[in-house]
């Protein structure tokens, strides 16, 4: 799934590029080649050189990871960037939390589920994102108040979505720190430092007579730390191609955790010297007890291998590659299934990509697969005029739902399918609720409460200013009336219940958006739905009128001391549990806003 990678030159953080070699030459001659244009130049509005030979290495490589620097350093593998970020930057550590952020007694207990509580992506294994149980409804919603709000020091990105359970919420954060927090007061109670920028759910598994913390980053480790104390019991790369990062939440189940990957190499052709493309997307379940893999599956089961082909650069063609799993799987006990959609193919047309694909929960075997749009072949060069690109970027970005004996799943090309998982996937209905694209239709998640389906579109609306320079990192501009809206479909036949349109922007905003990308989240009576203009807003689930609109795109006084920004509401959805709801706030890509907010509401 190519993402645009529009981004804000935010909180004085740099730019960069690299090499293969990490030593300090190869920095600097990497630097000198394609960094020094912006870094050198009073024109530019990058930072001068001496300014980044001021600022912490980790601080430099996290903007290139997944900061405000991420639009050139995706070209880049990971030696490149830290090479970089090594000749430019002053050497440091992982900073801890100072003492006055952690909460007076750090002790963390885990009961029992129950039903209030937030496991993972969804409450449930169905993926349905509706909370029945937390409390909260369309009766007491618009009585929601701001309770506190968590900053991520120096980060631009806000877009982990938290589990929530009993008393402790557990998150992570761009920057690569995982926290639990109490989730009444937002003090820590216990922080652990990943190697790479952290995107999903943690997914929460029994381990003896504790438990396992379950997440992955963006450079492809996956961890299980003990979520009492925070202490790493182990790690490990699911899959080793260079390429991947981990942005699909974890599920685990009956001591299996079940991990999908996707990957960066969709843009690595804009690199001349990447020969494009070798990654396939997979799903691994491995042994929460101890990392040990039980089964992997490619989606593309067939091997790359140079196809004859040549790229429009005269570069040599591999494939077949691509279709990526950017969402949280879907597991069906009943029928012992694994349900993951998938994304594009980067090169060559694959049966399996923009998919809905069915596993044998036990062997990993794939049973069936349904592809509803064929030939979507697109990576970085198609951005150019590219050959061999026939594809319109339609991926699935969000997961399967199974709900009534149907699999419902919603599409970038702006289509909602109701797929039969008894008859392999054959399509029982489909309907159009947006107009889709590259950055279009359904993007994050959608909801089910038995009745409706509730899908947000983004179908984001662009400006396109000219750049002087095509290596500067500030934003294409967004229309600010373009996008957004959120349907109810019947999910019996399809219908149309009803349709909400999007909020009109403030003008007074420099950057506004009413696209509605992120994923939405459904309570009883209520439908929760966040946008790029900053506002978190819920609906009426019976006709769509708004209940409770709070805008997060605001400096806020954060319990951490640090300081904290709302910005575009975009990836993660709010949680709601007992009694509470969290959403994160802040998106510095596609033209949004930048933000490091982690915002808590309750009733109490």
Same mark, same amino acid.
């Given at each position: 799934m190519f993402r645009h990678v529009t981004l804000l030159v935010f909180a004085g953080l740099l730019v960069g590029c690299g090499s293969q070699d990490s030593s300090s030459a190869a920095g600097q001659k990497i630097y000198q080649d394609r960094c020094s244009t912006c870094?050198?130049?009073?024109?530019?509005?990058?930072?001068?050189?001496?300014? =980044?030979?001021?600022?912490?290495?980790?601080?430099?490589?996290?903007?290139?990871?997944f900061g405000v620097m991420m639009s050139v350093a995706y070209v880049l593998n990971r030696s490149e960037r830290e090479a970089v970020a090594n000749w430019l930057g002053v050497p440091d550590q992982n900073a801890k939390p100072p003492q006055v952020n952690y909460c007076a007694d750090r002790t963390v207990i885990i009961g029992e589920p129950v039903p209030q509580d937030w496991w993972g992506w969804?409450?449930? =294994?169905? #993926?349905?994102?509706?909370?029945?149980? $937390?409390?909260?409804?369309?009766? #007491?919603?618009?009585?929601?108040? =701001?309770?506190?709000?968590?900053?991520?020091?120096?980060?631009?990105?806000?877009?982990?979505?938290?589990?929530?359970?009993?008393?402790?919420?557990?998150?992570?954060?761009?920057?690569?720190?995982?926290?639990?927090?109490?989730?009444?007061?937002?003090?820590?109670?216990?922080?652990?430092?990943?190697?790479?920028?952290?995107?999903?759910?943690?997914?929460?598994?029994?381990?003896?007579?504790?438990? $396992?913390?379950?997440?992955?980053?963006?450079?492809?480790?996956?961890?299980?730390?003990?979520a009492e104390t925070g202490k790493l019991l182990w790690k490990n790369k699911p899959e080793l191609h260079e390429s991947t990062k981990l942005t699909g939440s974890p599920v685990a189940n009956d001591g299996i955790v079940y991990v999908p990957a996707a990957s960066w190499e969709e843009t690595r052709p804009q690199n001349p010297d990447y020969i494009c493309c070798t990654f396939r997307g997979s799903v691994t379940a491995m042994r929460v007890a101890d990392g040990s893999r039980v089964w992997k599956t490619f989606v593309i089961p067939e091997e790359p291998h140079d196809t004859g082909g040549k790229m429009r650069d005269g570069r040599p063609e591999w494939g077949p590659s691509g279709a990526g799993i950017w969402s949280a799987p879907t597991i069906?006990?009943?029928?012992?299934?694994?349900?993951?959609?998938?994304?594009?193919?980067?090169?060559?047309?694959?049966?399996?990509?923009?998919?809905?694909?069915?596993?044998d929960l036990v062997t990993g075997k794939i049973v069936w697969s349904k592809q509803v749009t064929p030939n979507d072949v697109f990576n970085a060069v198609c951005l150019s005029g590219g050959q061999r690109c026939p594809g319109p970027d339609h991926d699935f970005g969000s997961s399967a739902i199974l709900v009534r004996n149907m699999l419902l799943a919603g599409q970038k090309s702006g289509v909602v399918y109701a797929l039969d998982p008894d008859h392999r996937g054959q399509i029982l209905w489909q309907e159009r609720v947006g107009k889709g694209g590259t950055n279009g239709g359904v993007q994050w998640g959608m909801a089910v409460d038995g009745v409706n389906v509730y899908a947000s579109v983004s179908d984001i609306g662009r400006i396109r200013p000219a750049q002087k320079n095509k290596l500067d990192p500030r934003p294409n501009g967004v229309d600010?009336?373009?996008?957004?809206?959120?349907?109810?479909?019947?999910?019996?036949?399809?219908?149309?219940?009803?349709?909400?349109?999007?909020?009109?922007?403030?003008?007074?905003?420099?950057?506004?958006?009413?696209?509605?990308?992120?994923?939405?989240?459904?309570?009883?009576g209520a439908v929760f739905s966040g946008s790029a203009d900053g506002h978190l807003r819920a609906f009426s689930a019976a006709d769509g009128q708004v209940l409770w609109d709070f805008d997060t795109a605001k400096e806020w006084p954060a319990v951490n001391g640090v300081k904290a920004q709302g910005g575009? =509401?975009?990836?993660?959805?709010?949680?709601?549990?007992?009694?509470?709801?969290?959403?994160?706030?802040?998106?510095?890509? #596609?033209?949004?806003?930048?933000? #490091?907010?982690?915002?808590?509401?309750?009733?109490?």
């Open positions: 870094h050198n130049s009073l024109e530019s509005h990058a930072p001068m050189m001496g300014a =980044l030979k001021q600022m912490p290495a980790k601080r430099i490589l996290r903007a290139m990871d969804s409450p449930g =294994l169905s #993926n349905a994102r509706y909370q029945p149980d $937390a409390g909260v409804n369309a009766g #007491n919603v618009a009585q929601l108040k =701001l309770k506190w709000v968590f900053g991520f020091d120096g980060d631009v990105n806000s877009f982990a979505p938290p589990s929530v359970i009993g008393e402790n919420l557990f998150v992570g954060s761009a920057g690569g720190s995982v926290y639990a927090l109490n989730r009444r007061t937002g003090c820590v109670r216990w922080m652990y430092q990943a190697d790479g920028p952290v995107r999903t759910a943690p997914a929460v598994a029994v381990l003896g007579g504790k438990h $396992a913390l379950l997440f992955g980053d963006q450079i492809g480790w996956f961890y299980a730390v003990e069906d006990k009943a029928r012992g299934r694994l349900y993951v959609t998938t994304g594009n193919s980067y090169t060559l047309s694959s049966d399996t990509s923009d998919a809905v694909v069915a596993l600010p009336n373009a996008g957004g809206g959120l349907t109810a479909l019947r999910i019996r036949d399809g219908k149309k219940a009803w349709f909400a349109a999007p909020a009109a922007c403030d003008a007074a905003r420099p950057i506004c958006s009413p696209a509605q990308p992120a994923a939405v989240t459904a309570i009883p575009s =509401l975009d990836g993660a959805g709010p949680v709601v549990a007992n009694g509470m709801v969290f959403v994160h706030s802040g998106y510095a890509r #596609n033209g949004g806003m930048p933000g #490091n907010v982690l915002l808590a509401w309750g009733l109490e």
